[in-house]
């Protein structure tokens, strides 16, 4: 590599450190013994190495025990920082169908995921670089038996390499296909020429420099997700409906007692089947979601579940796409994990007090949709709770809890604030039912003016789902 | 459980959320059939779930692939919040012994690690509740043999509990051994009668109360970890010997290029046979602590290393113990973690720049000490490395610094600042050597007046430290 090139290559990344408004992620994938190592040992050479980190992975049971992507999820780079993919997601899809772990409508499936997930960190600021690594077949075999035959490098030559070389027809037309399927203007491939002779790092380090300080490119937005139609959303104005009676106390306690058996049984068997399950609690201020909650988790065992308040990001969440955050709390395998507020946030609290630009919320709906329906296609149950309360009955339970001195600490000064913008937030929570609700995700949206009737209710939606998932 | 008293639990809870000064970590163990589960679910209850944490563990596969105690150092809660360990460390211990998986004298060394632990986490604002819950042998049995009985609980009774059943007596001398161990005051033992009928909730919820807002307990230090004697720890005066004649291009090149080629297969045997390697640089400003640990990088795998450059902490792990940046960055077995500057930040810029107060940084000695004495312990190869240059030489780079373009970046205000501070750091770094050097955590003091010498120097340290390593 050229002094100037490397030069640039090093002003560029520490710019990127500097600004820190955007992360680079290069993924390296392709033929075998096309020197994908060697490459991304030369470039890591170049590279200020405590600003880069490289992952080659093989899944760990706690991978293994979460949604697929949140393996790589935990491992985007922070903006500033340099992520460097052997294979990554790519290798995935392209062995397990070569190999036919896969189906081929599987395939196209995840060609489509990866499509969206890349166009999500796109957006967030995440300047991709791919590049596929190429060889004649005839080349690959010859530079495969050499590296056999030399004592100092033969531990390079693995049992794959030579699987990948009898393969080498099919994963060049699989290759072709993932590329076709998944190039963008913000994700574009780049086919390089590997193996013996082959120095392609100057062509990738002029690529990563262009990433690094170039001109942010249009990102193309994947087709949106369709939800699959069910019912119709939910619509804050149609509780309007009269009012049921008060329930009385011993007849709640009796009620309560029965769905907490119940949920208590339908968790035990989601754990023992190693059912995740994840529940999104949304609501006004003082509508009653940790009351709700609470009732929830007295029928789990407290090894079970796990309850996230979500509330202003910590740097190191700030520093990486939005959604890192919900990634990085989802449940293992058999476990629940409950959100007090949730990714909702994002065309809700964001959206209305302005800490999103619109474009940004705007295609938030989509991109929920999507980790939404990772989740579901893991086997997850996903629940989404509405807490609604009428205008007035938020206001009596703000003055109750001014009142109450164990209640006091629950009312702060944004809550009067935000009641300021109530009719800002019953149009951003409208949409959001409009864009959000699924047949499976689909939304509850509770009447909470009756705080015993919400709670049964929010026991019985999530004992519902629990065994509609355990019936499958 | 009263009202009055859940309510002073609720209220020292949120006091503890809003000074977000120190953590509560609640452990809970005992003989079998003894009711932790209902006892930790009724705590649950009464606590404010979205600020507790319960954790009950089989260890993940990156949990066995790394240092024992990383399993509980990423468990820990951030301040203001509550970890409930369901046996945690104390379990691991109890039941590997009683089943001699472990040897008594492990067992023992065990214990004192747990005592030192806790006193690390107890001098960093944890404030610890530790349980242990009994039971006589015939109620333990009648008990195990109703749940066995009764369809509804049935599933309760686990094997480990009837194995646990007949090693009561053992279990019993067992715990009490491990109590009278580690008792101390910042981290007290309560002993509680435990099973059917008994409700010690009350009692923990009182002790709960104290630990979240009573006085701070006096901090009892565990006995200083004495390191192995053996060579003399370095001082920054002893290198005052005639520089040796600076080393030719061409000699350099061809020493370099032998040392990378020794290092490369050292680390691939260090790979393969899945021993991790932690390198710890530490220098004065401009010491060429980057092209060292260039010239080490360029011989690794870009997927075998990472290289962290320790700076500010961020704010999440401000709100951890100092140590617990570093745990969370510790290597798989079989990878290589190189830090650019350290753990040893606590005794050298903290201190002399009046970040750590003088008690804190001055216990960090010998919490370094058992930091290292735990990675040796796991296998770890760990090499320290401090290189030292003149203060002129160093006036001399601040120059080639200023003036080089490519190099600019390198010179911080920061710089001439510790500079003019540094007779102050000379002290801290001969006091550092003097405490934590040990046998196999040794100093090595590099003279980087000469870079190329320096480099070689750092290749030459490295290989042989891996080789001893592979030796055994």
Redo the contacts between chains.
């Keep these: 590599m050229k002094e100037s090139l490397r030069?640039r290559l090093?002003?560029a990344q520490?710019a990127l450190a500097r600004e820190a408004s955007r992360s680079v992620v290069l993924v390296v994938t392709g033929q075998a013994a096309t020197g994908k190592?060697a490459l991304?040992?030369e470039?890591?050479?170049r590279l200020e190495?405590?600003?880069?980190?490289?992952?080659?992975l093989a899944p760990?049971?706690?991978e293994r025990a979460r949604p697929y992507w949140w393996r790589y999820w935990r491992r985007l780079p922070a903006r500033g920082r340099v992520g460097?993919f052997?294979h990554g997601w790519y290798g995935d899809a392209l062995f397990a169908r070569a190999e036919r772990r896969m189906g081929e409508g599987a395939f196209r499936d995840r060609l489509a995921e990866i499509r969206a997930f890349e166009a999500e960190l796109a957006a967030e600021g995440v300047a991709l670089v791919k590049l596929w690594l190429d060889i004649d077949r005839d080349e690959q075999g010859r530079h495969l038996e050499a590296l056999q035959r030399d004592p100092e490098r033969a531990?390079q030559v693995k049992e794959h390499d030579w699987q990948r070389h009898l393969q080498h027809a099919e994963l060049a037309r699989l290759g072709e296909a993932m590329r076709g399927a998944t190039e963008a203007e913000h994700a574009p491939w780049q086919r390089l020429a590997g193996g013996p002779g082959q120095a392609p790092a100057k062509a990738v380090a002029q690529r990563l420099v262009e990433a690094m300080v170039g001109a942010r490119p249009r990102i193309e937005a994947p087709p949106p997700l369709t939800l699959p139609g069910g019912s119709q959303p939910p619509r804050l104005a149609t509780r309007a409906a009269p009012a049921p009676p008060p329930l009385d106390k011993a007849d709640y306690r009796r009620r309560l007692a029965e769905a907490q058996a119940r949920l208590a049984g339908n968790a035990?068997e989601a754990q023992r089947r190693d059912i995740p399950v994840v529940l999104a609690f949304e609501g006004q201020d003082a509508a009653g979601k940790?009351g709700c909650?609470?009732r929830l988790?007295?029928a789990l065992?407290?090894?079970q579940y796990?309850?996230?308040?979500i509330g202003a990001p910590?740097?190191?969440e700030r520093a990486h796409p939005w959604a890192w955050r919900f990634w990085r709390r989802l449940p293992l395998d058999g476990r629940v994990a409950i959100f007090?507020r949730s990714w909702y946030g994002r065309v809700l609290v964001e959206r209305v007090e302005g800490l999103a630009a619109p474009a940004d919320w705007r295609r938030a709906y989509d991109e929920i949709r999507r980790f939404e329906a990772r989740l579901l296609a893991h086997g997850a149950v996903l629940g989404k709770l509405f807490l609604a309360v009428d205008k007035d009955e938020q206001l009596r339970r703000f003055h109750a809890r001014a009142e109450t001195p164990?209640k006091r600490?629950k009312l702060t000064e944004e809550d009067w604030r935000n009641r300021e913008r109530w009719d800002d937030y019953c149009r951003a929570i409208d949409e959001m039912f409009v864009h959000t609700h699924g047949v499976d995700g689909g939304w509850a949206l509770i009447d909470a003016n009756d705080k015993r009737r919400a709670r049964l209710a929010v026991l019985e939606r999530v004992n519902r789902l629990l065994e509609a998932r355990l019936a499958r």
């Design positions: 030069f090093l002003e520490l190592s991304v040992n470039l890591n050479h190495n405590r600003l880069t980190e490289v992952h080659a760990s049971s706690e460097v052997i531990w035990r940790g909650i609470h988790t007295s065992d407290a090894r796990r309850v996230h308040r910590s740097d190191e007090d164990h600490h």
